[in-house]
C-alpha cells in the first residue's frame, strides 16, 4: 500500500499508443533523461548514446514501440502534441542519418539498431519494466541513469523510492473505505470528493478543463477509430474492424461531423444487440487506434484505452440528458477507482497481468456509470468490486508482442462487464454483499504475485505462444 497523493490527471493522461508501460512511460523517461543531462550541462558534451531495454520492456518492446518512444522522447518530442503522424517519417530519418538530435538541440551519433539493446534475459530486481540511459561525453567521462516504467505512464528514477508527493488533500484516501468514509462523514458523491482533493491542485475551473479536454480526446479518438479502415501496423495483419461495424450498424446513413454521427447513432433505437453492438464499436474504435500509434488517453493504461470511452458513449448516447458536467463527474469517479488499485495493488500488466489494465478500466467505468445513473457511493463501489472480481487473474499474453490481439477484443469485454457490473449493484442492495472493493483489491495483488511471469506482458505464454503467429509467417 502506498500514500501517494494522485490526482485525475495521473489516472487519465493524453499520449500516443500503443502502450502506457512501454510506450509512454518510456517516452517520459527519455525526456527526463535529457532533462537531467541539461540540469548538468551536459547536453552539447554528448558523443555517443545506448539505450537497455531490460525485462518485459525487452520482450515485447519491439511490438509495444518502446525504441520508437525513447528517441522521440530523446528528440524532447511530447507524447501529448507529437503529430503521430510523423513518426513514420522521423524514424527513417534517424535510422537513415545515424544521428539523433538530443533535445532538439544537439546532433549525437545514434545508430538504432545498434544503440537500443533488447536485453531479453535480463531483468532488473526493481520492476520489470526498467530502462538504461548511457553516454559517453567529449571529455571522456560516461555517465548512466536507470528509470522504471511501472505502468500507466508512471515513471520512476532509480534512487527516488516511490511517486509520492507531498500534496495535502482534505479527503486523503488510500483504499474504498477511506473513500466511502469521507462520503459519508460529509455527505458529498463520490465525485464531489474527488473534486475537492483535485482543487488542492489547481481550480475547479481548470480541473473541469482539463477533463473537457481529455473527454474531447477520448471522443475524437472514438469517431477517428469508427471511420479509419485498412490494417493494423505490426506484421500480423490484423484487420480493423470499427469502421466496418459503424457503417453496418448506420445502414448507409450519412453525416458529416461528430454530432450529427452521435445523432446518427441514437436514431437507429435502443434494442440490446443495437447497444451491444456500439459498445463494442466504441471499443474496438479506441484500441485500433492506440495499436495504430494514434492519440489516446490512459484509462488507466494505453492497452485498455477503449474501456471507459466505450462505457462514456454508451452513458452519452443511449442515456438520457447528459451534460458536460455528467462527463466530469464520470471521469473523476472513475479516476479515484483507478488510483485505489495503483495504490492497494498494480495497474501494470508486467506486474499483474490484464487484470490490472482492462480488469482495473473496468471496475473504474463500472463505478462511474452506477454513480452517474443515479446509484449511491456503496453501489458504486459494489459495482467497482464486481466489474474486478470477474477479471480476477485474467492473464497479459499479446500475440507477436503487439497491443492487437488479445488485447482490442479485451476492451470489449471489459466495458460490457462494466455495464453488466453497473447493472447488477443498481438492481442490489450493497448490505448484501459478500465481497468488499477492498477485499477485491487486496485479492488482484495476491493473484498477481502468485501469477507466472511468463504471464506478465513478456508473450512468453498463454496465446501468445499457443497461436502459431510470427512476425516472419505473416
Ligand atoms: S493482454 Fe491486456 S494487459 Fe496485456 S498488453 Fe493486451 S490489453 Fe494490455
Sequence with gaps: MTNEALSVFDIFKIGVGPSSSHTLGPWRAAQRFVSSL???????????????????????????????????????????????????????????????????????????????????????????????????????????????????????????????????????????????????????????????????????????????????????????GCHTTGVLPGGLNVKRRAA????????????????????????????????????SCFALAVNEENASFGRVVTAPTNGAAGVIPAVLQYYIIFTENVTEEKIIQFLLTASEIGCIFKKGATISAAMGGCQAEIGVSSSMAAAAL??????????ALMAAEIAMEHHLGMTCDPIAGLVQVPCIERNTMGAIKAITASQLALQSSPDYAKVSLDAVVETMWETALDMNSKYKETAEGGLAVNIPLSLSEC
Design 38 to 224: 541539461i540540469e548538468k550541462g551536459q547536453l552539447t558534451s554528448v558523443v555517443s548514446l545506448k539505450i537497455l531495454l531490460y525485462g518485459s520492456l525487452a520482450k515485447t518492446g519491439k511490438g509495444h514501440g518502446t525504441d520508437i518512444a525513447v528517441q522521440l522522447g530523446l528528440c524532447s518530442e511530447d507524447p501529448v502534441t507529437f503529430a503521430v503522424n510523423d513518426i513514420d517519417a522521423r524514424m527513417h530519418d534517424i535510422a537513415s542519418m545515424k544521428k539523433i538530435i538530443l533535445g532538439g538541440k544537439s546532433e549525437v551519433d545514434f545508430d538504432p539498431r545498434e544503440d537500443i539493446e533488447f536485453l531479453i534475459s535480463e531483468t532488473l530486481p526493481y520492476h520489470p519494466n526498467a530502462l538504461s540511459f548511457l553516454v559517453k561525453l567529449q571529455n571522456g567521462d560516461s555517465f548512466a541513469e536507470t528509470y522504471y516504467s511501472i505502468g500507466g505512464g508512471f515513471v520512476v528514477k532509480e534512487g527516488e523510492t516511490s511517486l509520492k508527493q507531498t500534496m495535502v488533500l482534505p479527503f486523503p484516501i488510500n483504499t474504498s473505505s477511506d473513500l466511502l468514509h469521507w462520503c459519508l462523514k460529509t455527505g458529498l458523491a463520490i465525485h464531489e470528493v474527488v473534486m475537492e482533493n483535485e482543487s488542492a491542485w489547481r481550480s475547479e475551473k481548470e480541473t473541469k478543463e482539463g477533463l473537457l479536454k481529455i473527454w474531447q480526446v477520448m471522443r475524437d479518438c472514438t469517431y477517428r
Design 244 to 279: 466496418d461495424l459503424n457503417k453496418k450498424l448506420l445502414k448507409g446513413k450519412t453525416y458529416s461531423s461528430h454530432d450529427e454521427w452521435v445523432k446518427t447513432i441514437q436514431q437507429g433505437g435502443n434494442s440490446f444487440q443495437y447497444i451491444l453492438d456500439w459498445v
Design 370 to 379: 452506477t454513480e452517474a445513473l443515479g446509484g449511491t457511493q456503496r453501489q
